[in-house]
C-alpha cells in the first residue's frame, strides 16, 4: 500500500514522466555517439557521402532544434497554464487533477525533453569529425516533436470544451464504479448473526488512528480480510473511502488476541493524504459533475443547458451504479469467519450527494428542476424494485422547492406530467409486486 501511495504521487507530478524520458535520451546520445564514432572509423569509406554530415552543419542543426524545441515547450506550457484557468474559473477546481494526470499531457512534456536533451548533448559531444546516425535521428525526432505539439494544441482544445470534460468525467466515474464492485477473492455478506456482532464489537481491544489528516485515498479490503485472519482477530472499520480524517481520528477498532504489535501494519491498509482521488471513490466522481452544473446556473455563467447535460450524466453514474450495488456490511475469510465490518454508503446517499446543491441553486429554473425530475422518472423505469423505491422516497425532496402557485400554466403543464410518469411507473411496479 505504501507503494500504491508513493505511485499516486508520482502520476500526478509533472516531473516524473520528463525526467524518466530525459534519462532515456541521455543514454540514447551516448549510443548514438559511441556508433558515429564507430561507423566514421571502420566504415566511412564504404559509406554514401549523402548520409555524412559535417561537424558544424551538425552544431547549426542542433542549435536550432534547441531553440525550437524551448519554443514549443514554452507554448505548450502557456496552453496548459490557459487550460487550468479555465479550470478553475468556469468548470470546478476539482476537475484540475483530471487534466493534470492525463498521460497524454505528461507524454508530450516527456517528449519535449526527450529532444531537448538529445540535441543539447550532441551539440556538446560533437567533434571535428564527420556524423552520420546523430543527425538523422535528431531529424526524425524533430518531425516527431512538430507531431506532438500539433496533437497536444489539438488535444487541450478539447479538454476546454465542457462537454468533452463532462463525458471524459462520466467514463471515468464508471470506470471507478467498476472498480468498486468488482468481484473480490474474500466473502461479502449484507446480513451477519447479530448477536455474534454484537459480541465482537464489545471485544474490541485496540484501536487504529489516524497518524495525519487528509482525505480517506483508498481502503485495501484484501489485505484487512488477510490479516485479521493472520491473527485471529476481527476488525470494525470506522471510515470510507472519501472520507476526510483529523489527526488521531479512530480508523479502526480491533480485537485481537495476542500481542498488538503487529497492529501497525495496519495503517499500511488505509491510505490517507491531502488529496481527494476518484480511484475508488464514487461520490467524488459524482460531485465533479456537481460542481460543473453549479458554475454552469451561477448568474455569473448562466448557462442550464450545460448543468441539464451535468444532470444527465449523473443519472447515467448512478444508473449504473444501482446495477452494481450490494450493500455490504461483513467481510468473511474463506472459513466464513467474520473479519471485517464496516458501514458503506448507501445508494440513498450518492443519490442525495448527486442533487441536493444543485437542488438548492436551481430551485428558481424550472428547467433544472425539470431535468432533475426527468432523470429520476428514467432511473425509476430501468431500475429494480430496490433502487426505485429509493427513488420514489427521494423526489418528494426535489417536488419540495416547486412553487407550484407561480408557475406559469405551461410550465406548470410540464412538471405535472413528469411527474404523474413518476407516479404512474411507481404504481405500475406496486401491482406488479401484488400480483
Not at 191 to 200: A, D, G, M, R, S
Not at 331 to 350: C, G, M, W
Not at 355 to 381: A, C, N, P, T
Amino acid at each position: 500500500m505504501e507503494s500504491e501511495k508513493l505511485w499516486l504521487k508520482l502520476r500526478s507530478s509533472f516531473w516524473f514522466l520528463p525526467a524518466i524520458y530525459g534519462l532515456i535520451a541521455i543514454g540514447l546520445v551516448f549510443a548514438v555517439h559511441h556508433l558515429d564514432s564507430w561507423l566514421i572509423h571502420q566504415h566511412k569509406v564504404q559509406l554514401p557521402q549523402v548520409l555524412l554530415t559535417s561537424s558544424d552543419v551538425a552544431k547549426e542543426l542542433y542549435s536550432a532544434l534547441v531553440t525550437a524545441i524551448l519554443t514549443m515547450t514554452t507554448i505548450s506550457i502557456s496552453v496548459i497554464m490557459a487550460v487550468l484557468t479555465t479550470y478553475s474559473s468556469q468548470f470546478s477546481p476539482r476537475t484540475l487533477q483530471d487534466f493534470m494526470r492525463s498521460s497524454s499531457t505528461h507524454h508530450v512534456l516527456g517528449f519535449y525533453s526527450f529532444g531537448f536533451i538529445f540535441a543539447l548533448l550532441h551539440l556538446i559531444l560533437v567533434d571535428k569529425n564527420s556524423l552520420v546516425i546523430g543527425p538523422i535521428i535528431m531529424g526524425l525526432i524533430a518531425i516527431m516533436i512538430l507531431g506532438f505539439f500539433i496533437y497536444f494544441i489539438h488535444y487541450s482544445a478539447r479538454w476546454v470544451q465542457v462537454n468533452h470534460l463532462i463525458a471524459k468525467i462520466r467514463m471515468d466515474g464508471s470506470r471507478v464504479i467498476q472498480n468498486t464492485y468488482k468481484p473480490r477473492e474474500y466473502l461479502e455478506y449484507s446480513n451477519w448473526n447479530e448477536e455474534e456482532v454484537n459480541k465482537i464489537k464489545r471485544k474490541c481491544t485496540a484501536m487504529i488512528h489516524a497518524k495525519n489528516p487528509g482525505y480517506i485515498q483508498t481502503i485495501d479490503f484484501k489485505n484487512l480480510v488477510a490479516w485479521s485472519r493472520q491473527h485471529n482477530a476481527s476488525l470494525i472499520l470506522n471510515v470510507q473511502v472519501g472520507d476526510y480524517v483529523l489527526e488521531d481520528y479512530p480508523l479502526l477498532h480491533i480485537t485481537v488476541s495476542e500481542d498488538q504489535k503487529h497492529t501497525k501494519e495496519l495503517h499500511e491498509y488505509v491510505i490517507i493524504d491531502s488529496e481527494r482521488t476518484d480511484i475508488l471513490d464514487i461520490e467524488f466522481s459524482l460531485q465533479k459533475l456537481v460542481d460543473i452544473a453549479l458554475r454552469a446556473i451561477s448568474p455569473a455563467i448562466n448557462d442550464p443547458h450545460t448543468a441539464i447535460n451535468c444532470i444527465n450524466r449523473i443519472g447515467e453514474l448512478l444508473h449504473e451504479t444501482g446495477k452494481n450495488y450490494r450493500e455490504t456490511y461483513y467481510f468473511a475469510d474463506k472459513e466464513k469467519q467474520l473479519r471485517v465490518i464496516h458501514h458503506p454508503k448507501k445508494f440513498e446517499d450518492y443519490l442525495y450527494k448527486s442533487f441536493y446543491q444543485i437542488r438548492h441553486y436551481g430551485k428558481d429554473d424550472i428547467s433544472v428542476i425539470y431535468g432533475i425530475m426527468e432523470v429520476l422518472y428514467k432511473l425509476s423505469v430501468v431500475s429494480n424494485k430496490t433502487i426505485k423505491q429509493k427513488l420514489w422516497e427521494f423526489h418528494y425532496y426535489i417536488t419540495d422547492v416547486i412553487e407550484w402557485d407561480f408557475l406559469s400554466e405551461l410550465d406548470r403543464q410540464h412538471m405535472q406530467w413528469i411527474c404523474d410518469a413518476f407516479k404512474a411507473c411507481h404504481r405500475e411496479e406496486d401491482s406488479l409486486s401484488l400480483s
